[in-house]
């Protein structure tokens, strides 16, 4: 899946240069179609901000010290929209020219990182603004302790169509991902699912990225293959299982923007009333 090298932005973080810190992909290349517009689908609007500047503003309230932003259809939107709102500091762009799966996607970041100085890495999708940077830095916690090499977090949905299911063995333990389309009927009735927060180690995670095929039925690299291959392997792969169904609803069409924006706006609401220092540009 290897191809080419990205371009890079700014990358001083803007809570410091720790470099225990950890760094961020967030896949940001879909063109979003269903949205109605030829937008970047991470640059429609949600609570009058882009959804993509949500998931870095999560980043940046959970310590992230680097946000990698993988950007593909009219990235220099993506960009430029950044730039007006005053919010590259410590953002960095690769690109992804062929759409082949979020695995390639992930990929396209790899010559970002160092092999010698592996480091904690969180993975997001960039059209995610209900993600909040507590969830982070539970997820960061429990890989830490757990010495992990990957960590996912789960939520349990009344309705789970068109996310990858969590396979579980007979005591309970993670086994694998398998995606909607590629999901048997059994499979699908499963309502626990991937809301796509992950954290791996970076040295982990690119080389096992090399070993994922695109055998299914979206001729994709699937990044949720990566977990099953690590466990494989003999790796610790944790998972924490406290997200609330509300925040990870899916944005696929203007309907659920809607719904997004209501409950992005009334959890800004909930904050303002809590603490009055608190602006809309605050903690989501």
């Not at 990235?75 to 799966?101: H, M, P, S």
């Amino acid at each position: 899946m290897n191809e080419g090298t990205g371009s890079q932005g700014h990358t001083m973080s803007p809570g410091g240069s720790d470099s225990t810190a950890p760094q961020a992909i967030i896949l940001a290349a879909g063109q979003g179609k269903r949205m109605g517009g030829d937008l970047p689908k991470v640059l429609c609007p949600v609570a009058d901000r882009p959804m993509v500047w949500w998931v870095i503003q999560a980043c940046r309230q959970a310590g992230v010290r680097r946000c990698i932003l993988v950007i593909g259809h009219k990235g220099q939107l993506v960009r430029d929209a950044l730039a007006q709102l005053d919010a590259l500091d410590g953002c960095a762009f690769v690109e992804q020219r062929e759409l082949l799966g979020t695995g390639h996607a992930t990929q396209r970041a790899e010559p970002l990182f160092s092999p010698d100085q592996p480091s904690d890495v969180f993975v997001l999708a960039g059209d995610g603004p209900l993600l909040r940077a507590a969830t982070l830095l539970r997820l960061l916690e429990v890989h830490r302790s757990a010495r992990a090499a990957a960590t996912l977090a789960t939520a349990v949905l009344d309705d789970p169509t068109g996310y990858g299911r969590i396979l579980r063995d007979a005591d309970g333990r993670f086994e694998a991902i398998v995606e909607h389309k590629d999901a048997t009927e059994r499979q699908r009735a499963i309502r626990e699912v991937n809301p796509s927060y992950w954290c791996f180690r970076s040295d982990a995670l690119f080389t096992s990225l090399r070993q994922v095929r695109n055998d299914n039925r979206q001729g994709e690299y699937y990044l949720t293959d990566v977990p099953a291959i690590l466990r494989v392997q003999g790796r610790m792969v944790a998972v924490v299982d406290a997200v609330p169904p509300e925040d990870v609803l899916s944005i696929n069409t203007p309907e659920q923007l809607a719904q997004v924006e209501a409950l992005l706006r009334r959890r800004l609401q909930t904050n303002r009333l809590t603490d009055p220092r608190t602006s809309e540009a605050d903690r989501p």
